[in-house]
């Protein structure tokens, strides 16, 4: 089916990567507990946001925040809307200025239908997630014990999204779009966060960096320095509107650590997400919590960067330390005796939603010495059975005997499976092999990739 443009009536092509969904979906700020009262009254004027998949899409709905506005400027903005048009005008030029980025064109804005947002969404899963796809996800993730077998992978992505989405930026067209059903008051809190990414495409191909060929960890780590850039940027433009001072986010406590009481509170209020499952809830807010407190930290020890090119984190383990300087070791998983039908990363984040779901409670240090990973969804010859296999790479012996002393039992009980998780040496690093399944005839042989 060719690429449609989605001015047009009609659903098309975006960007949107991934296994999971990563999307914000924030409240009105008033369940956020500690942390300075200039963060919780930006986080009270924003009230909500979210973004599709891999694309850059968010919303930010609720209090109106003054700002220093500039005249408005009609050729760095296309619209058919004026109002679109006076408000993006007034807001982007000096939001690309604190996004340290530069405008290279103008942005076009629109408005759109909830039904064209359905329909587009539709198009979307059917062409980023087909059912094949989709089924072997789930099958992987269920081995693991991450979600119930039976899950509607598609049918819950299509539930968040249209629970939530109240505008969104489209990489491929370079458009940004808003719902019609949107309140005017919630107009210039809800374009903020849109025309960081806007900004953000004209300097780096969003598309590319979140690319599902860079696996899904890789993936998760570009999307959380994109939404972090903008979810900062768009909280400085909106505490100086409501303080009329100056604010350096660098320079105040962890952004972070205020935005995930509001964050977690969410789940009160939208019920696709408070039934979605915990690797599903702990990806759809990682981005814009750890993703603005790792870009804060950038800009701490390296200056206003934009989180880009070498500033690009490869991992969330880089997003949750908040360092460049241990990037992840490929990992590759050789099998014989049968096909493999899935594979992909889980990454720091998800290997600690593994450890909170079998150990009952988060446990954030058993993960600490990961260093890469690989699982592969395997079918024997014949297709008498399947099987799943996770090589994990530790930064010691000890980090990985701790992980399999404490794994090992609670996989063996939580999961449905036979079940073995043991410690080895790949090309002379500390690792360890999970195995959910029957191994006969089968053989893993992990190693180092390039």
Known sequence: MPAQDPASTNPSPCEARGVWPRSLYSGDGSEASGGSPDAKQALAAMRRSSRLLMLAVALVVGGACS????????????????????????????????????????????????????????????EDLPAREAALTVEAYAMLGLVEPDLDLRGLLLELYT?????????????????????????????????VHAVQDQTVDLEAITSDEHGNDRAAAAHSAIEGHAT????????????????DLATMPSVADQLMPALDGMREQFPALAGAPTIIQRTILFPYAQG??????????????????????????????????????????????????HDNVLGRLESEVLVETHLGAPTPDLTEGWEGDRFVLVEADGGAFRALAWASIWEDEAARDAFVARMAPALASGVAAETSLTPLDVDGRAAALL???????????????G
């Open 163 to 195: 629970e939530q989405v109240a505008g969104f930026y489209e990489p491929d067209s370079t458009a940004l779009f808003v719902m019609e059903d949107q309140p005017q008051e919630a107009l210039k809190s809800l374009l903020l966060h849109e025309l």
């Open 67 to 126: 700002s220093h506005a500039q005249e408005p400027a009609p050729p760095l903005v296309e619209s058919s809307d004026p109002e679109l048009r006076r408000l993006a005008g007034e807001i982007l030029p000096g939001l690309a200025e604190r996004a340290g980025l530069d405008l290279v064109e103008p942005v076009r804005v629109e408005r759109r239908t909830r039904e064209e947002l359905v329909a587009y969404l539709r198009y979307k899963l059917d």
């Open 292 to 341: 603005a407190g790792f870009v804060q930290r950038l800009w701490a020890s390296e200056g206003r960067v934009p989180p880009f090119g070498p500033w690009l984190p490869a991992s969330t383990e880089q997003v949750i330390e908040g360092s460049l300087d241990d990037p992840p070791i490929q990992v590759e998983v050789e099998v014989t005796g049968g096909t493999v039908l």
């Open 435 to 449: 195995i959910i399944g029957s191994e006969d005839g089968l053989t893993f042989q992990p190693r180092v990739g």
């Open 232 to 247: 900062l940027v768009m909280l400085e433009f909106m505490m100086e509107g409501m303080t009329g001072q100056a604010v």
